[in-house]
């Protein structure tokens, strides 16, 4: 009976303080699950690659695949307003010894696209990594009406083993993101007793650094038009094969997310580089902009200031060990971005002396957010503008640019 009060109770609750939702719903356009480990990669890629890694002291009760590695997954949602979240009067539910339910509602939120509802079909049916033969956590996403009309998050974890948490962002594109993020909670255990060293962010030393190269868009997904017939998907993959080529050639070892004109999911791009334990991933894409006159290189990386807190976070003193380690992942991104953004540019004008510098710049971009190394995202130039769509449709150019990112790279692992 009390438990159907405070239902009743929260439904009023909202519709007497959200008139202005009721009115319009928030339409959810895309979900992504970003996964993480190692434990599946012969069976999933094609690719192998022997570790080398100094061994590390095993993470109590924890995959030996996800051994020194804080990220879990990442649960990703783009809605067309800033999404509302309450959590359900039943917040936590012990489902049995360590396993925790907790539930969400995004009220007056609803996927109607054909393309929202497939994503969440094959997110319902993932689950996050395996322990003893159980997943450490699962995400569910349904249509409800009660207490009030909305989606409902369900968040099922073991609560020995997994920590989450919940923020807001702007995307790239100007929509609203919300982000699940899951944390190995015995990695954290582990942190707060003997520090820093059983960490492994994804970017350890080894011998032979590892690089994944992701030529943008793919398939259908052609990316940005521009002049002379000139279309951005040619365009990444072009550079990207030409990249990857120079990379090996100064004794990388590379990974494609795609080597030929095919489609590839962004979170099965972003799980791919996970998976193959790399060192970096470099995303190339090419841009647009509605000014035939704008034109020049962009290099984006993420920062910490563009996320929100959605949810009150419990257990402070583990959630500053993760925002500590985030942090430092950042920063390697940014000067990774730098280091490319300088040498690029430098390389390009070489062929292109007007090649205008619009600098390193702060966004999320849904392959920046889903991996666990250092990242960048290049914007090799505008095909709006007719000079830079000439230049990029050249191989000369292709090259000049794909030298100057594996220079900027290589100068970044020297310091």
Do not use: W
Not at 317 to 338: F, G, K, M, P, W
Not at 397 to 415: D, E
């Amino acid at each position: 009976m009390i438990r159907v009060l405070k239902i009743l109770l929260f439904g009023a609750f909202f519709l007497i303080h959200s008139p202005a939702l009721i009115a319009e719903m928030n339409e959810l356009h895309k979900a992504f699950y970003h996964q993480t480990g190692t434990q599946d990669k012969k069976k999933k890629h094609k690719h192998k690659r022997e570790h080398k890694d100094e061994k590390r002291e095993r993470t109590e009760n924890m995959p030996a695949s996800l051994e020194g590695m804080i990220d879990l997954g990442k649960v990703v949602f783009y809605f067309s307003e800033d999404p509302l979240i309450n959590r359900l009067p039943s917040a936590q539910e012990h489902k049995g010894q360590n396993e925790v339910q907790t539930e969400f509602i995004v009220p007056m939120a609803q996927a109607q696209s054909a393309e929202a509802k497939t994503m969440l079909k094959k997110l319902n049916a993932s689950s996050g990594p395996l322990y003893d033969g159980k997943p450490l956590y699962k995400v569910n996403v349904e249509h409800v009406t009660r207490p009030t009309q909305g989606l409902k998050v369900s968040i099922s974890y073991d609560a020995q083993r997994v920590r989450y948490d919940m923020k807001s962002f702007d995307s790239i594109s100007n929509q609203k993101g919300l982000v699940i993020r899951f944390y190995n909670q015995a990695l954290l255990n582990e942190i707060q007793k003997r520090g820093t060293n059983v960490l492994q962010l994804g970017y350890a030393a080894r011998p032979r650094k590892s690089i994944v190269v992701d030529c943008g868009h793919g398939g259908n997904d052609t990316g940005t038009p521009g002049f002379f017939n000139v279309i951005e998907k040619d365009v990444t993959l072009n550079v990207g094969l030409e990249l990857a080529q120079t990379l090996k050639k100064n004794g990388f070892e590379v990974f494609l997310t795609r080597d030929r004109d095919i489609a590839v999911d962004l979170d099965a791009r972003t799980t791919f580089a996970n998976v193959c334990g790399a060192d970096l991933f470099i995303s190339l894409h090419a841009n647009y902009n509605q000014n035939k006159q704008t034109c020049g290189l962009e290099t984006y990386c993420l920062r910490q200031e563009l996320f929100k807190q959605k949810m009150p976070r419990e257990h402070k003193q583990l959630c500053c060990i993760v925002d500590a380690c985030e942090a430092t992942l950042y920063n390697r991104s940014a000067h990774l971005a730098h280091s490319i953004h300088t040498h690029t540019l430098e390389h390009g004008k070489k062929k292109y002396a007007q090649l205008a510098d619009r600098t390193i710049r702060h966004s999320v971009a849904q392959v920046l957010l889903g991996t666990n190394m250092p990242a960048v995202l290049v914007e090799l130039g505008f095909l709006s503008n007719k000079t830079e769509a000439e230049l990029l449709s050249s191989k000369s150019y292709q090259k000049i640019l794909a030298q100057g990112i594996c220079q900027g790279i290589i100068s970044y692992l020297k310091v």
